[in-house]
Structures are given as structure tokens and as C-alpha cells.
């Protein structure tokens, strides 16, 4: 592993998608780092990361990341959660990973949307930005909101609102709802 202490949870994230992108496992990064990289700076401890996965999925993931010494904890939700299920990995020092098996909602092709960039001279694949705010506007919570209304700023024109306003109807309608409230704003 290439952490050597805490508060280095991207790192543990470079050594995470090396093992998915060896198991062939599609995942963009979401959280903290993909809102830095749409141009919203905000703190975090971990890094996120949102697989095109199931929980089962999940389970043999588990398995090949506790062979390598990856601290390991799955957590399986009920049907009706929005993330079927989440691995957590970490390590020694408390760097943290959380791999999330899908989101309610969540367009498959978010996958192929997903941007490359370069982070630590390794490549990480990104959520794309119009995937970044409706999954933003569907979580919900005063600071997430932030964030999705953040990177609407940010984008300004470059934003493809009819691609956005699909995949925030794809989470319901108070997702939809809540997309065209901070539009008008």
C-alpha cells in the first residue's frame, strides 16, 4: 500500500482502483474528490467511489481486497436504500475508502460519462458532472445541495441541462423538483 499515515485516503483510493480496474470492475469517483474536481473545494476524510455493481459483487471484492491487506467491512441494505450495499475499506492509519454497489437511479451510462484525470500521475475515472449533480440533488442534506449548486455555478453554460434534467427524472420527482428550484435560483 502506498499510505505511510493518516489523513492520506486518495492514496489508498490509487491502490483501491488498481485492484478494480484488474478485476474489470467499471467505478468513477463521486464525494469530495469528484465536487473538487467540478470546481467545489470541501473537505473530506475518505474517498468515495460508486461501482457498477451488486452486492454480490461486493462480497468477492471482499474477498480479493482483504488477500492483499486491505481492511474490510461490507454493509448490505435493505431493498429499498438507495446504495444496495457498501464495502469499506481501510487501512492502519484510518485512511478510508467507501465502494458503493450502484444508487437508486443511478443512469448505467454514468459509467461511460465518466471523466479521466490525473491524480497522484495515475489515472482516476470521475463521475461526470451532470451525473455529479443529480446524484447530489437526489442524496439531499443542506451541505450536499451546496455542492450541486456549486458546480451548477461553476459549469455555467457548458452545462447540458437536457442531459441533467433526464437523469435527475430518473431519481423521482422530488428530485426533478428540487433540479428546477435551484435552476430558477
Not at 481486497?65 to 461490507?74: E, R
Not at 463521475?127 to 451548477?152: L, N, Q, S, W, Y
Not at 428540487?178 to 435560483?185: C, H, K, Y
Amino acid at each position: 500500500m502506498r499510505t505511510k499515515g493518516p489523513g492520506e485516503s486518495g492514496l489508498l483510493l490509487l491502490d483501491a482502483v488498481a485492484l478494480l480496474t484488474e478485476a474489470g470492475m467499471p467505478y468513477a469517483v463521486i464525494g469530495a474528490m469528484a465536487a473538487a474536481v467540478h470546481g467545489v473545494i470541501r473537505a473530506s476524510v475518505d474517498a468515495d467511489v460508486i461501482l457498477s455493481a451488486d452486492a454480490a459483487a461486493l462480497r468477492r471484492l471482499e474477498k480479493r481486497f482483504a488477500a492483499v491487506a486491505f481492511q474490510t467491512q461490507l454493509r448490505e441494505g435493505d431493498p429499498e436504500d438507495r446504495i444496495p450495499a457498501a464495502l469499506v475499506l481501510s487501512d492502519a492509519h484510518g485512511n478510508r475508502v467507501d465502494l458503493l454497489a450502484g444508487l437508486r437511479g443511478l443512469e448505467p451510462a454514468a459509467f461511460s460519462r465518466a471523466i479521466t484525470v490525473p491524480f497522484q500521475g495515475q489515472p482516476l475515472r470521475v463521475i461526470g458532472r451532470e451525473d455529479f449533480i443529480a446524484m447530489k440533488t437526489f442524496t439531499g442534506g443542506p451541505a450536499v445541495m451546496m455542492d450541486a449548486r456549486a458546480a451548477i455555478r461553476v459549469a455555467g453554460d457548458s452545462l447540458d441541462l437536457t442531459l441533467l434534467r433526464r437523469l435527475t427524472e430518473r431519481y423521482g420527482r422530488s428530485t426533478k423538483d428540487a433540479l428546477e428550484a435551484m435552476l430558477r435560483d
